[in-house]
């Protein structure tokens, strides 16, 4: 289930016929005749606090395109969800806690080669997958 940072969230409401109410923090999205509220939650992103909204959450499926980065991520037991993960290049953002440079550099792997975080070392790894 995907997680969006508010102005990501504001693209998902408008692109969704959705809407923001500012009263409650929350994205409203209609989509089955009743509506369906999302609030914001508080998620810790490479030890960094992230206000996500999981705006329609559940009903949408996910494809992969075929010139698609993928990369295999890895956090050591030092971070808050620590063990391995799949991710497209889209993941990598400034609101991930992701400099510029990190982002260039992690887009800029070739396939199987493997970037060490430059703060972390071995503790934070990206390998490019496909």
Request: net charge negative.
């Amino acid at each position: 289930m995907p997680y969006f940072t508010f102005k990501e969230a504001k693209k998902v409401a408008k692109e969704m016929k959705g809407r923001y109410d500012k009263e409650k923090d929350a994205f409203i999205f209609n989509m089955d005749g009743e509506d369906d509220v999302y609030e914001p939650m508080n998620i810790k992103v490479r030890g960094c606090n992230a206000k996500v909204y999981a705006t329609g959450a559940g009903y949408w499926c996910w494809d992969l395109t075929s010139d698609m980065k993928i990369f295999s991520v890895y956090w050591s037991n030092d971070f808050f969800e620590s063990g391995t993960k799949k991710v497209v290049q889209f993941f990598f953002s400034e609101e991930r806690c992701y400099t510029k440079e990190d982002i260039a550099a992690i887009n800029d792997l070739a396939v199987g080669a493997t970037l060490r975080s430059p703060d972390y070392g071995s503790g934070n790894t990206v390998t490019r997958i496909a």
